[in-house]
């Protein structure tokens, strides 16, 4: 299944937004681990909110979703991906997933974590996505860039 969809660059004026959808989506898995904080899950992300690498996932007529991809020296690392209850699943998150990965203008991995048990690692594992090590909170995972060089088009 694919998704039509637009990626615009997220500016400081979405972080609240950002933080809402973020306590909306993480809220059934951070109950689900007796870790669920309604100041802390909002804070915790305006705290470290970086519009430089997070866009905003326009479908439908609306915002729906966000997804962040910082670079470090060794991976991009993929944070922040959230999309709306009422966006899930249509593919719109695999459709973000495969062409964020294929943009990528270099060789370095996807790394990303996910919350123990949560539903969004089958997503990423069926994009590549492999187990790196896990505690009893998080699972760290990791992919190798997907597309050669040559081939990658454009972030839109």
Known sequence: ??????LRPAVASDAAW???LRAVVMRPDLERLERFDPVR?????LNGFQPEYTYIIHTDGVDAGVIAVRPE????WIEHFYVAPTHQGRG?????LRHVMAASVDERPFRLNVLQGSAARHLYERHGFML?????VDV??????????????PMR
């Open 18 to 20: 950002i933080a809402e």
């Open 1 to 6: 299944m694919s998704a039509d969809f637009a």
């Open 132 to 136: 790196e090590s896990e505690d009893p």
């Open 73 to 76: 020296p060794d991976a991009r």
């Open 140 to 153: 760290f995972m990791v992919a190798p860039n997907p597309t050669p060089p040559d081939r990658r088009p």
């Open 92 to 96: 719109l998150g695999g459709a973000v």
């Open 41 to 45: 899950v909002r804070e915790r992300f």
